[in-house]
């Protein structure tokens, strides 16, 4: 936890010195940002305590013991493994109640009192509002691989909040300088009750950038899984792509079984006599397969997200190599 708190603070020490945040903002943010470190760091936590206990019984000659008396490796493991479900289930339970709450908070301190932007975004990237002057912009989906808004609608107001015009825009994409807009189509609503149809030919009403925007959309880890899966349904049922959201979808499934995972790979190791129990042996074998691990789910998260592996696959690739090794190394100890 201190680990992703200190990377969390030297990442963005920057911004938080140039907007001039108090202390307490700062001890605010990232005290709402511990439960989310939790969540990270369950099934490291796992593994460690997996390879310490057992090395220490190992070292103490207590393994020996068991094993003369006929108890196999699998079995001596057994309540490890049970107890890693029980973990598993906690890990769910943690992110599902606790992690999206105070994640969100966090977000919202470092967007509002921080970067001084207003929460806009409803769901992530989709049904973003913006207030621009004299009018108001509701724009369907911002798809952030491509930088592509979708389904902008831009409602122009009178003073008395009546309706004036709107513009349609089927989709615009940032080209580095500024928005380029396809099939934009003006409605205005002239004084005599009709309505005017025309093309429309200036630039977008609204100077935000894509930065700007992924600032206003929430992170994944601000949804819980369920939240998430009926975001993704009212996104197809609109035909939006939902490619990227259903990665994340299985991610928030996949995380809580890090934990089993982790024992299955630690206890063959914490075993092995030429580690002895010995803190140090033990310490650099769970960097070395937490590490692995984490590597691993980034870079099949990254060709998730950017279409070159499904959802499912991209989000269990990491934990379907790593149980088969584990698996291997488990079944193979005697």
Not at 25 to 51: C, E, H, N
Not at 126 to 142: A, K, L, V
Not at 271 to 276: A, D, S, V, W
């Amino acid at each position: 936890m201190a680990l992703f708190t200190i990377v969390e603070f030297f990442d963005r020490i920057g911004t938080f010195l140039d907007a001039g945040v108090p202390i307490s903002t700062l001890l605010r943010y990232f005290s709402y940002k511990i439960p989310l470190s939790i969540s990270r760091v369950v099934g490291f936590a796992t593994l460690f305590s997996t390879l310490f206990t057992l090395g220490t019984l190992t070292r103490t000659q207590e393994i020996t013991a068991m094993r003369s008396n006929g108890l196999r490796v699998q079995r001596i493991a057994l309540p490890i493994l049970l107890l890693s479900l029980l973990i598993c289930i906690f890990a769910f339970t943690w992110n599902e109640g606790v992690v999206p709450v105070f994640t969100h908070r966090a977000e919202t301190i470092y967007k509002t009192e921080v970067r001084k932007k207003r929460q806009q975004s409803l769901y992530g990237t989709r049904d973003i509002w913006i207030r621009g002057q004299g009018s108001f912009i509701n724009i369907d989906n911002f798809d952030v691989p491509t930088n592509t808004l979708k389904g902008i609608t831009v409602f122009f107001l009178n003073r008395d909040f009546s309706l004036r015009g709107l513009i349609e825009i089927s989709s615009a994409q940032w080209n580095g300088r500024g928005w380029e807009k396809k099939d934009a189509t003006e409605w205005i609503f002239l004084p005599d009750g009709k309505i005017l149809k025309e093309a429309f030919q200036k630039p977008l009403p609204f100077s935000e950038t894509p930065d700007d925007l992924r600032l206003l959309a929430r992170d994944p880890e601000e949804f819980s899984y369920f939240e998430l899966e009926k975001q993704i349904s009212e996104m197809r049922s609109k035909g939006i792509d939902t490619s990227s959201y259903e990665v994340d979808l299985q991610i928030k499934l996949a995380i809580p079984f890090v934990s089993p995972l982790m024992v299955l790979l630690a206890v063959p190791f914490a075993l092995r006599k030429q580690f002895g129990g010995s803190i140090a042996p033990s310490f650099g074998i769970a960097m070395a397969i937490g590490f692995g691990y984490f590597i691993l789910s980034a870079f099949c998260i990254s060709l998730g997200h950017s279409g070159a592996l499904p959802p499912v696959v991209s989000g269990w690739l990491a934990n379907a190599i790593f149980a088969l090794i584990g698996l291997y190394f488990f079944t193979a100890e005697e």
